[in-house]
């Protein structure tokens, strides 16, 4: 079975500040995809990134960056500078991407992030 | 192109009565699925279809129907609704050959 956890329930910052949501996953697959959404006030769920098993190079995309290691199972994810408009639930996922597979996700819990200004 | 949709947005429930949620998708993708979200436990798969006339059980299928009669369309019924079936209901689609699910903007369901 595969589970994926986000330990921080809530993180509040102030703006500017970086901050790094945490995601530990497990699956017994060699082969699997890992996911970042992101979920504002307004309810919709953003794709913000995603990464297979086979890549663990670091990505970062303007003031988000991820960090993928395969040696501890976790996918973090920091923002830079922080902003309000960063204010959201960020959920971490997990797509086993083996034959029977589908595309399913495991969600992980997901984080609320509050940034003040 | 208007994604993925989902009617409707809102909806209030008895205890015991029943409804369908529609999704709808125009990118004539072969998978869709039925998540819920509830506080503190992030999305669970409820439903799947991998094509037309096809479903199958996901994570929490209990109290819960669907139908894929149509690639376009996937309804999720609740034949006798339930207070534990109070939750935000998310449909997403995506083509076969890619990773990347499009998410509707969801059903607030309250049973009372």
């Known amino acids: 079975a595969q589970k994926v956890t986000q330990a921080q329930t809530e993180i509040s910052v102030v703006e500017k500040e970086d901050v790094t949501l945490d995601c530990v996953y497990e699956t017994r697959d060699t082969t699997y995809y890992l996911f970042w959404y992101k979920q504002p006030p307004s309810g919709e769920l953003v794709f913000l990134i995603r990464r297979n098993s086979f890549d663990e190079q670091n990505e970062i995309s303007g003031r988000y960056s991820w960090n993928f290691q395969k040696s501890t199972s976790s996918f973090n994810f920091t923002i830079t500078a922080s902003q309000v408009v960063d204010s959201a639930v960020y959920f971490c996922a997990l797509d086993n991407a083996g034959g029977t597979s589908y595309g399913k996700l495991t969600f992980g819990q997901g984080t609320i992030l509050t940034v003040h200004p | 192109n208007a994604g993925v949709t989902q009617t409707p947005k809102f909806r209030v429930l008895k205890t015991g009565q029943s409804m369908t949620l529609l999704c709808a998708q125009d990118?004539?993708?072969?998978?869709m699925y039925w998540y819920r979200q509830d506080p503190g436990m992030g999305l669970r798969l409820i439903h799947y279809?991998?094509?037309?006339?096809?479903?199958a059980k996901g994570e929490v299928p209990d109290g819960y129907n669907v139908s894929r009669l149509k690639k376009q369309n996937f309804l999720l019924g609740l034949e006798s609704a339930a207070p534990s079936q109070t939750s935000v209901y998310f449909c997403?689609?995506?083509?076969?050959?890619?990773?990347?699910?499009?998410f509707g903007p969801g059903t607030r369901l309250t049973v009372t």
């Open positions: 997403a689609s995506k083509v076969r050959t890619s990773d990347e699910q499009y």
């Open positions: 279809s991998v094509g037309e006339g096809t479903t």
């Open positions: 990118m004539n993708h072969e998978y």
